[in-house]
């Protein structure tokens, strides 16, 4: 049984007391999250080594992004080794804020995987179609291409260090969801896509993030698909009461209080 992640994507959100402020609250509340959901936040990278200095947190730290160069003359660049060494264990890739605004192709995304993964940060790898892929039913292609050339060229073991998010690009930040339905649909192609080309096991063992617009509301119905995993929120997270709810919808049936 795979075990659920909320990761919450700060984006380039809030100042340096807006950051510590919500981070303290998150601790405060910690007793409520369910002890079977991992929490995950990646907020902006400059607050990465603040966030880490609080005492036993309620949740692992991500990058949204990172260099594919360990060191170098890049000014401007945050490397996958320096994130390692900060302790820094998943960092956010292929974002289609990232894919659009920064022009990033599926050729230096899956280069930027290879130096996550050999620096020993898990990616969490995005995926997703636009909305005129989906309208003209392309979209599995689409999510097929992006997963082909990022990730197929990984061996078993690499491959299973890889968190799959699964964001629609015309629900991202849109206030409209992907249904329940078309999140199932689109997470069980990913994993029978993982299945046949790097096995069961691998496959099974990956999870497979829905983004796109969860909120308090919707993350319940959405992860209790069998193959929806958690989720990676944007707006939603930056309020502690709204993530709060968000984590604590994605427990186990069993977990949950009446
Ligand atoms: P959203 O963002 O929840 O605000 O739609 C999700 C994301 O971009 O990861």
């Known amino acids: 049984m795979r075990t659920k992640i909320v990761a919450g994507n700060w984006k380039m959100n809030k100042n340096l007391d807006e950051a510590m402020e919500l981070a303290v609250e998150l601790q405060e509340h910690q007793s409520d999250f369910p002890s079977d959901v991992q929490v995950i936040i990646a907020p902006p990278a400059i607050y990465l080594a603040n966030l880490e200095m609080i005492d ?23 490397s996958p080794a320096q994130l390692r060494h900060m302790g820094i264990k998943y960092c956010i890739l292929g974002h289609s804020e990232r894919r659009q605004y920064f022009h990033e192709t599926d050729e230096l995304i899956a280069s930027k995987v290879d130096a996550c993964l050999r620096n020993e940060i898990s990616p969490i790898f995005c995926c997703g179609e636009m909305l005129e892929e989906r309208k003209a039913n392309t979209h599995f292609v689409t999510v097929l291409h992006q997963l082909e050339k990022a990730l197929f060229h990984l061996d078993k073991k690499d491959m299973s260090k890889v968190i799959v998010a699964y964001e629609p690009v015309w629900a991202i930040g849109t206030g409209v969801t992907a249904s329940s339905n078309e999140a199932q649909e689109m997470h069980a192609f990913i994993r029978e896509t993982l299945r ?20 308090a509301g919707n ?29 604590k919808s994605a427990a186990m049936p069993s977990q949950i209080e009446d």
């Open 56 to 78: 036993e947190p309620c949740y692992q730290l991500s990058a949204q992004n990172c260099s594919h160069h360990d060191y170098g003359a890049f000014t401007g660049e945050i």
């Open 219 to 247: 993350s319940a119905e959405l992860f209790s698909n069998p193959d929806v995993d958690g989720g990676l929120v944007g707006g939603a997270s930056l309020k502690a009461r709204d993530f709060i709810s968000i984590i």
């Open 196 to 215: 046949n080309h790097f096995g069961v096991e691998v496959a099974e063992q990956v999870k497979i993030l829905y983004g796109g617009s969860v909120n």
